[in-house]
T-cell receptor, first 110, second 113 residues
Framework: QQQVKQSPQSLIVQKGGISIINCAYE??????FPWYQQFPGKGPALLIA?????SEKKEGRFTISFNKSAKQFSLHIMDSQPGDSATYFC?????????FGTGTRLQVFP | DGGITQSPKYLFRKEGQNVTLSCEQN?????MYWYRQDPGQGLRLIYY???????QKGDIAEGYSVSREKKESFPLTVTSAQKNPTAFYLC????????????FGSGTRLTVV
C-alpha cells in the first residue's frame, strides 16, 4: 500500500532528447509528490514537486505530469543535457515521511 | 551556511562490531530521518524523529538504533544484529516535521568486512 513503483531502472538518452521517468502509487492518502536528483557520492536534492490538485508543473526544462485517477506521475526532462546524468528518485509523501521509488539512472550522451 | 553534516564519509568495520554514524544539522529543522540506499532498492526508511527524545521505526529498523537528545543531532548505530549492514546511509531533515523540503546530507558509505 505504501510502495512507490518507479520505471525504468535505467535510461539512456541522446543530448537534446526527452527523458521520461514514470512512477505509480497505490495509497490515495499520499498528498505530495517530489522528484529528487542525486549525483554519485552525494545526497539527493529536491528537483521539483507537485500536489495532487494540480495536473502539471513545469520548472525550466523539468515537468511533472500527474494523473490522479490513474495514480501515476512522471518526470519529463526536455532538451536533456550531459549534466542531467544522475539518478532520479520519485517519492510520495504522507504527513510525516516520504516513501521513495527505486530510482532511475539517467545517462545523457553528447 | 546551513546544512546537514554526515560523518565520516567512508567507514570500515569488522563484522560483529557496532558502529555509530553521525548526523548534525544547523537548519533548525524539527524532523530528522535516516535512510539506507542500496543499488536497485531506492531509499528505505530506517528511523525518523519529529521532536527531541522521540523517534519512530521506519520500514527496516531491525538491527539499528537511534537517539535524539538534541534537536541538531540524530546519530544512527548499526548494531551487530544487522544482517547486511554494508550500504550507503543518508540522513535528512525537514522543517515543521512535514515532508516538504527534505534536505539530505552527503551520506556515509559503510563497509563491513
Amino acid at each position: 500500500q505504501q510502495q512507490v513503483k518507479q520505471s525504468p531502472q535505467s535510461l539512456i538518452v541522446q543530448k537534446g532528447g526527452i527523458s521520461i521517468i514514470n512512477c505509480a502509487y497505490e495509497n490515495t492518502a499520499f498528498d505530495y509528490f517530489p522528484w529528487y536528483q542525486q549525483f554519485p557520492g552525494k545526497g539527493p536534492a529536491l528537483l521539483i514537486a507537485i500536489r495532487p490538485d494540480v495536473s502539471e508543473k513545469k520548472e525550466g526544462r523539468f515537468t511533472i505530469s500527474f494523473n490522479k485517477s490513474a495514480k501515476q506521475f512522471s518526470l519529463h526532462i526536455m532538451d536533456s543535457q550531459p549534466g542531467d546524468s544522475a539518478t532520479y528518485f520519485c517519492a510520495a509523501g504522507l504527513t510525516d515521511k516520504l516513501i521513495f521509488g527505486t530510482g532511475t539512472r539517467l545517462q545523457v550522451f553528447p | 551556511d546551513g546544512g546537514i553534516t554526515q560523518s565520516p564519509k567512508y567507514l570500515f568495520r569488522k563484522e560483529g562490531q557496532n558502529v555509530t554514524l553521525s548526523c548534525e544539522q544547523n537548519l533548525n529543522h524539527d524532523a530528522m530521518y535516516w535512510y539506507r540506499q542500496d543499488p536497485g532498492q531506492g531509499l528505505r526508511l530506517i528511523y525518523y524523529s519529529q521532536i527531541v527524545n522521540d523517534f519512530q521505526k521506519g520500514d527496516i529498523a531491525e538491527g539499528y538504533s537511534v537517539s535524539r537528545e538534541k534537536k541538531e543531532s540524530f546519530p544512527l548505530t548499526v548494531t551487530s544484529a544487522q544482517k547486511n549492514p554494508t550500504a550507503f546511509y543518508l540522513c535528512a531533515s525537514s522543517i515543521d516535521s512535514g515532508v516538504y523540503g527534505y534536505t539530505f546530507g552527503s551520506g556515509t558509505r559503510l563497509t563491513v568486512v
